[in-house]
C-alpha cells in the first residue's frame, strides 16, 4: 500500500518568514495530493491540492509543489502570519481513492 | 463540497460499555471513511464504509469491536463496543462525494472511557 512521509513533525517561524513542509510517497499510482490545515479541536479542512499532471500550483499565499520523478511534493506558506498555526497533513490517492496520510506536521508562528 | 454532520461532539463513558457515533452527509456521497486520530497524532484510517455491505477493515481493526453500517449514501454509524480507556481518542467521518475531488471530514467525535 501507500506510505507517505512527512516532515518536519514541527515547525516554528516568526511571522513574516516563510514555511517549508515536504511530503514523499511510496506508490507511483498515486495521482492526487491534498493538503490539509487541522486547528485545535477542529476537523481538517483542505487548503490546497494538486494533481498528478501539474507541477505547481499557487494560491494566495499558499503554494504546492509536485515532482512525480522522486515522488515528493511540498507546501509552501509565504509571508507566515499567526493565523497560520496549526498542524498540516499532506495526503497522498491514487486509484483506491482512499487517501494516505502523513504524520502531520505542528507549525507555530511567533509574532 | 457536501456538508458532514457528526454526532456526538464528544461524550464520556463507562468501560465496557458501546458508543454509536453519527454521521450525516447533505448529499450522496461515493466513499465514507471513518478515522481515529489521537492527541497531536495523524489520521488512521479504521474502515471505509460500504454502501448495502459490510464494512473494508484496515489491518488492526475489526468488526466485532468496530461495527459500521452505511444503510444508504447519505449515512453511516460506526460504534465501539466493550470500551477500554485505550479507546479514548477522536474518531472522525469522512467523506469523498465523488471519484475525483477531496475528502471531507466531520466535526469528530472526543471519546474518553473511564
Keep these: 500500500g501507500e506510505n507517505v512521509e512527512q516532515h518536519p513533525s514541527t515547525l516554528s517561524v516568526q511571522e513574516g518568514d516563510s514555511a517549508v513542509i515536504k511530503c514523499t510517497y511510496s506508490d507511483s499510482a498515486s495521482n492526487?495530493?491534498?493538503w490539509y490545515k487541522q486547528e485545535l479541536g477542529k476537523r481538517p479542512q483542505l487548503i490546497i491540492d494538486i494533481r498528478s499532471n501539474v507541477g505547481e500550483k499557487k494560491d494566495q499565499r499558499i503554494a504546492v509543489t509536485l515532482n512525480k520523478t522522486a515522488k515528493?511534493?511540498?507546501l509552501h506558506i509565504t509571508e507566515t502570519q499567526p493565523e497560520d498555526s496549526a498542524v498540516y497533513f499532506c495526503a497522498a490517492r491514487?486509484?483506491?481513492y482512499i487517501?494516505?496520510?502523513g504524520r502531520g506536521t505542528s507549525l507555530i508562528v511567533h509574532p | 463540497s457536501a456538508v458532514i454532520s457528526q454526532k456526538p461532539s464528544r461524550d464520556i463513558c463507562q468501560r465496557g460499555t458501546s458508543l454509536t457515533i453519527q454521521c450525516q452527509v447533505d448529499s450522496q456521497v461515493t466513499m465514507m471513511f471513518w478515522y481515529r486520530q489521537q492527541p497531536g497524532q495523524s489520521l488512521t484510517l479504521i474502515a471505509t464504509a460500504n454502501q448495502g455491505s459490510e464494512a473494508t477493515y484496515e489491518s488492526g481493526f475489526v468488526i466485532d469491536k468496530f461495527p459500521i453500517s452505511r444503510p444508504n449514501l447519505t449515512f453511516s454509524t460506526?460504534?465501539?463496543?466493550n470500551m477500554s480507556p485505550e479507546d479514548s481518542s477522536i474518531y472522525l467521518c469522512s467523506a469523498v462525494d465523488n471519484w475525483n475531488t477531496e475528502a471531507f471530514f466531520g466535526q469528530g467525535t472526543r471519546l474518553t472511557v473511564v
Aim: aromatic fraction near 24%; proline fraction near 12%; hydrophobic fraction near 30%.
Design chain 1, 99 to 101: 487517501p494516505t496520510f
Design chain 2, 78 to 81: 460506526l460504534t465501539v463496543s
Design chain 1, 72 to 74: 515528493h511534493f511540498s
Design chain 1, 94 to 96: 491514487g486509484g483506491s
Design chain 1, 32 to 34: 492526487y495530493f491534498p
